[in-house]
């Protein structure tokens, strides 16, 4: 009994001693952080008030594929929940860092980006939050939004602004009882719309958002964790819901469509046949020929392609869906087919399920499940080091419609093997990364028929002492003739390494000349993309390697796909293009890299990839001549999936881009 007395007195006595002082209990909370599903990391808020204000400290990190990302925030409000200051230090990507501070006094705020010291007038409404992380200032920022009467926009500091929107309510199933949750939107902070639910109370429990590498991250309130792969699979279903509600439905006369004037780029047989007209009938391409000699069915919709190029849908070979939004940006430049290489299992089966189901809006997805080692480099929740882990992966795959299975950086030699083999034994190919402590050589013979990167073919060549190949050494003979021999298809990527190596004071808009157009937080992430002068020039040897090998690679009769890995959204497959005719490979030959080649690789030639009759109505009509000039590729006008017309410009609206 003296013990519980002397444990309930205690409380009191620490309140006693500090109540000049107006003190109130700290309270706490903690986020377990998921990239790819795997817990990562987490982070940890405190919570101290007195009479004057409210001090939250923040303790975030993750460890990313071996790479730690720590940082610390402090932010400090009124009892009214007035902010007064944010400092925030540290990561917030494996390659990007943050150092900024704000306080802020009446109408004034003196703010601190890195080395830039200013003075800022601001206005009523106005937060200071720094990007998607720390998740503990979003949670106060939503419940700043609730106590303003749920204003239309806030203005966020040191710049920018967010829209919050309530998007509904959602019960689930927690612990045999009802957990009943208040779903809304968050736009600003991110590229495109980060989704978070919370209790009535406003607390966050769970924030689905995008780190500043753009890759998906997850924060969930510890108590809830089993709950991820619920709130994963509905991210996806509600992000891809926005889309589908602001796009109007395609009509009844939209079921007959006649394209006429335009020149037709016949991937099949490398001509362009100009004058021609292209018939569609419910999503299929019915007709296609000479003007003149092709009948245009009464009421057909007519669009007039005079001077313009119609191209096949164009196909990105290496994506990562990380959000809703990538459904939109593909499309607005003419992407019918992705390749996703990798991603959650919930997650790309609902986007997936939307787009499919006429629910979302986005391309068709080919899904390649991606298995990983365990290991401190390891990536997601499937991995295998076992045969028997190696079977169940592969298998689970194939039973949930993936068609190609995707090797990551730490599988172990044997179990590269144990893969391919299940792989091939239940109809799927194999593609990936070469795994750590293997060859491209020895990834092929265990059965890979796919790799991803030309980092891959790069490190089995001769390299001179500058790092740059030497293509006249019998190593760099054997590599290309073994990579030939055993028809191993490569995506070289080149577009990732570009922006990688580039120097980072360069003039971005020569890669991306649409670049302004982007959102805010897009241009932020990207811009900072690369390399200091002196560390880009050491490089340079090694991606002018790259950009030759793909040249070599294909007059040696390795077949080539287009595929990006990201980075700007829709708009890197046309730069990936433009890096093949920079590398020497014609306007035609580059095109058919991301038309009909991929369908081939994919075994889906028979039915798109090029503008045949029979085949699915994925087209894009471009104002230009790619054929004379590459980059004339971006002037999409009309994009047609599936039968179905998409305006490009009302597409880029939707996700942010001004046009």
Same mark, same amino acid.
């Given at each position: 009994m003296k013990k519980q007395l002397l444990f309930l007195c205690l409380p009191l006595l620490a309140l006693t001693a500090k109540a000049q002082q107006n003190t109130i209990q700290a309270d706490s909370g903690t986020f377990f952080l998921h990239k790819f599903e795997q817990h990562i990391g987490k982070e940890t808020y405190h919570i101290s008030k007195t009479g004057k204000e409210i001090t939250y400290k923040v303790d975030f990190k993750f460890v990313d594929r071996g790479s730690p990302v720590p940082l610390k925030a402090t932010l400090k409000l009124t009892p009214a929940l007035e902010p007064l200051a944010l400092v925030i230090k540290g990561n917030t990507s494996r390659s990007s860092t943050i150092d900024d501070s704000v306080s802020i006094t009446g109408n004034q705020a003196h703010i601190r980006v890195n080395d830039s010291v200013y003075t800022k007038k601001i206005t009523p409404l106005t937060f200071p939050v720094a990007g998607y992380s720390p998740g503990t200032v979003q949670q106060v920022l939503l419940q700043y939004w609730k106590n303003h009467k749920q204003p239309a926009i806030i203005t966020t500091l040191p710049f920018g602004a967010v829209q919050i929107k309530k998007?509904?309510?959602?019960?689930?199933?927690?612990?045999?009882?009802?957990?009943?949750?208040?779903?809304?939107?968050?736009?600003?902070?991110?590229?495109?719309?980060?989704?978070?639910?919370?209790?009535?109370?406003?607390?966050?429990?769970?924030?689905?958002?995008?780190?500043?590498?753009?890759?998906?991250?997850?924060?969930?309130?510890?108590?809830?964790?089993?709950?991820?792969?619920?709130?994963?699979?509905?991210?996806?279903?509600?992000?891809?819901?926005?889309?589908?509600?602001?796009?109007?439905?395609?009509?009844?006369?939209?079921?007959?469509?006649?394209?006429?004037?335009?020149?037709?780029?016949?991937?099949?047989?490398?001509?362009a046949v100009p004058n021609s007209v292209v018939v569609i009938e419910n999503g299929l391409i019915k007709k296609v020929g000479k003007a003149g000699e092709v009948k245009i069915p009464a009421g057909a919709k007519i669009i007039d392609a005079k001077g313009k190029t119609i191209l096949p849908g164009l196909w990105d070979m290496h994506a990562h869906f990380e959000q809703a939004e990538w459904g939109p940006a593909y499309l607005a430049v003419g992407v019918t087919t992705v390749r996703d290489c990798g991603n959650e299992f919930?997650?790309?089966?609902?986007?997936?399920?939307?787009?499919?189901?006429?629910?979302?809006?986005?391309?068709?997805?080919?899904?390649?499940?991606?298995?990983?080692?365990?290991? %401190?480099?390891? @990536?997601?929740? =499937?991995?295998?080091? &076992?045969? !028997?882990? #190696?079977?169940? /992966?592969?298998?689970?795959?194939?039973?949930?419609?993936?068609?190609?299975?995707?090797?990551?950086?730490?599988?172990?030699?044997?179990?590269?093997?144990?893969?391919?083999?299940?792989?091939?034994?239940?109809?799927?190919?194999?593609?990936?990364?070469?795994?750590?402590?293997?060859?491209?050589?020895?990834?092929?013979?265990?059965?890979?028929?796919?790799?991803?990167?030309?980092?891959?073919v790069y490190t089995v060549m001769k390299r001179n002492k500058d790092r740059s190949i030497n293509f006249e050494d019998t190593t760099s003979i054997k590599a290309i003739k073994f990579i030939k021999d055993h028809n191993v298809v490569i995506d070289p990527t080149l577009g990732v390494f570009e922006m990688s190596f580039?120097?980072?004071?360069?003039?971005?808009?020569?890669?991306?000349?649409?670049?302004?157009?982007? %959102?805010?937080? @897009?241009?932020? =992430?990207?811009?900072? &993309?690369? !390399?200091? #002068?002196?560390? /880009?020039?050491?490089?340079?040897?090694?991606?002018?390697?790259?950009?030759?090998?793909?040249?070599?690679?294909?007059?040696?009769?390795?077949?080539?796909?287009?595929?990006?890995?990201?980075?700007?959204?829709?708009?890197?497959?046309?730069?990936?293009?433009?890096?093949?005719?920079?590398?020497?490979?014609?306007?035609?030959?580059?095109?058919?890299?991301?038309?009909?080649?991929?369908?081939?690789?994919?075994?889906?030639?028979?039915?798109?990839?090029?503008?045949?009759?029979?085949?699915?109505?994925?087209?894009?009509?471009?104002?230009?001549?790619?054929?004379?000039?590459?980059?004339?590729?971006?002037?999409?006008?009309?994009?047609?999936?599936?039968?179905?017309?998409?305006?490009?410009?009302?597409?880029?609206?939707?996700?942010?881009f001004s046009k």
């Open positions: 998007d509904g309510d959602d019960a689930l199933n927690f612990e045999g009882k009802p957990l009943l949750l208040d779903r809304f939107t968050i736009s600003g902070l991110i590229w495109g719309n980060e989704i978070l639910w919370a209790d009535h109370e406003g607390r966050l429990i769970c924030l689905i958002t995008n780190d500043a590498e753009a890759d998906k991250l997850e924060m969930m309130r510890e108590q809830y964790e089993a709950l991820l792969p619920e709130f994963i699979s509905k991210a996806a279903t509600y992000g891809m819901q926005i889309f589908a509600k602001a796009t109007p439905k395609a009509t009844a006369a939209d079921n007959v469509i006649a394209i006429t004037g335009g020149t037709v780029i016949d991937v099949v047989n490398s001509v919930g997650y790309i089966n609902a986007i997936q399920s939307a787009i499919d189901n006429g629910k979302g809006i986005g391309p068709k997805i080919l899904k390649a499940g991606i298995i990983d080692g365990k290991g %401190p480099y390891a @990536l997601g929740i =499937i991995q295998a080091d &076992t045969k !028997e882990e #190696a079977i169940k /992966a592969v298998d689970r795959y194939k039973e949930n419609g993936f068609i190609q299975i995707k090797i990551y950086s730490s599988v172990k030699p044997a179990i590269v093997k144990a893969i391919c083999d299940e792989a091939h034994r239940v109809g799927l190919t194999v593609t990936g990364h070469i795994p750590n402590g293997m060859t491209l050589m020895q990834g092929v013979d265990s059965g890979m028929n796919m790799v991803n990167h030309v980092q891959y580039r120097p980072v004071k360069d003039d971005i808009t020569v890669i991306e000349p649409n670049f302004y157009s982007f %959102p805010l937080p @897009l241009q932020s =992430i990207l811009k900072n &993309t690369g !390399e200091d #002068a002196a560390t /880009a020039a050491r490089l340079k040897p090694i991606y002018d390697a790259m950009v030759k090998i793909v040249k070599v690679l294909y007059d040696n009769g390795v077949t080539i796909v287009a595929g990006t890995d990201q980075m700007f959204p829709g708009y890197s497959i046309d730069r990936e293009m433009e890096l093949y005719v920079q590398a020497g490979l014609t306007p035609m030959q580059a095109i058919k890299t991301a038309t009909i080649t991929p369908a081939q690789v994919m075994k889906m030639d028979k039915e798109t990839g090029s503008i045949e009759m029979g085949k699915n109505a994925d087209l894009v009509i471009i104002d230009g001549d790619p054929l004379s000039n590459i980059r004339d590729i971006r002037k999409v006008s009309v994009v047609i999936k599936s039968g179905r017309i998409y305006d490009p410009v009302k597409l880029h609206h939707l996700v942010g």
